[in-house]
C-alpha cells in the first residue's frame, strides 16, 4: 500500500491557483449521503460512498456550449474551516451529465496526489470541452460504458436520423491533446503492470475494482 502523504496548506494554495486558472471555479458543501433527498437533482453535488463530517472545498468546470451539460467535479478531501486535508479520505475527478455519474476516477493520496489531481482534471475537463458531435445527425454525442470494466466511448445513439440507421461511435481520448494522450497511457500501462504482477502472484486485481463500479452504478441517478 503506497504511503500517504497529504498535502499542507502551502501546498494546496498553490493547487487551488492553478485548477482556478484552467477554469474551474470552487465551491464549499458537506459531504452527504448516498440517498438523495426527495426533489434534490442528483448531480447538483455527486454523491460519495460514506458521509463525511466537515465543509470541504471542491471545484468544477462547466462548457461554454449551452448545449453541453456535463460538469467536472473535482473533491480535493481539504477541509475549508480546519485548513488542513481529512485523514482518512481519497480524492475524485468526476463527470456528470443528465443527473448521472458518467466517468469516476479515484486518486490516493500519495506523494503527488495534488499533481495528479490536476492532471486528471485537466483531462476530463479536455473531454467535455472537445465532446464530440456525430458526424451524421450533428447532435452532441454520449459517454457509453464499454464491456470491459472501466471502458468508455463516445456514441450517438439516434438511430433514426441517421442515414444507415446504426449508431456512431468514437474514441474516447479523441479530443486528447499527445501530452495529455502519453498520461493516460502510462496510466493505463501502470494498470496493466499492476494486474499482471497481481496474477502472477495469485491475486484478484478485480474486488475493489468491483466494489467501485457498484458504487457507480448505486449513483448513477
Not at 131 to 159: D, F, S
Request: proline residues 5%; aromatic residues 10%; positive net charge.
Amino acid at each position: 500500500m503506497p504511503t500517504q502523504v497529504l498535502p499542507t496548506p502551502e501546498e494546496f494554495t498553490n493547487f487551488t491557483t492553478r485548477v482556478v486558472r484552467l477554469g474551474f471555479r470552487g465551491f464549499l458543501f458537506n459531504r452527504p449521503t448516498l440517498r438523495p433527498k426527495e426533489g434534490e437533482s442528483s448531480a447538483k453535488f455527486p454523491r460519495t460512498p460514506t458521509a463525511k463530517k466537515g465543509r470541504e472545498l471542491g471545484f468544477f468546470f462547466r462548457s461554454k456550449d449551452p448545449e453541453n451539460q456535463y460538469v467536472v467535479f473535482i473533491w480535493t478531501t481539504w477541509l475549508i474551516r480546519e485548513q488542513r486535508a481529512r485523514d482518512q479520505d481519497a480524492g475524485w475527478v468526476l463527470i456528470v451529465g443528465n443527473g448521472k455519474r458518467l466517468y469516476v476516477t479515484e486518486i490516493r493520496r500519495t506523494k503527488y496526489f495534488l499533481e495528479r489531481v490536476l492532471e486528471k482534471s485537466g483531462i476530463a475537463q479536455t473531454r467535455v470541452i472537445g465532446r464530440q458531435r456525430c458526424p451524421l445527425c450533428k447532435n452532441l454525442m454520449e459517454i457509453k460504458w464499454g464491456r470491459a470494466l472501466g471502458q468508455r466511448y463516445w456514441t450517438c445513439q439516434n438511430v433514426d436520423e441517421h442515414p444507415d440507421h446504426l449508431p456512431q461511435h468514437e474514441s474516447w481520448d479523441v479530443a486528447l491533446s499527445d501530452e495529455q494522450r502519453a498520461i493516460v497511457e502510462r496510466i493505463r500501462r501502470r494498470r496493466r503492470q499492476r494486474r499482471k504482477r497481481l496474477r502472477k502472484e495469485g491475486k484478484s486485481h478485480q474486488p475493489a475494482r468491483l466494489r467501485r463500479r457498484t458504487w457507480e452504478e448505486r449513483t448513477r441517478g
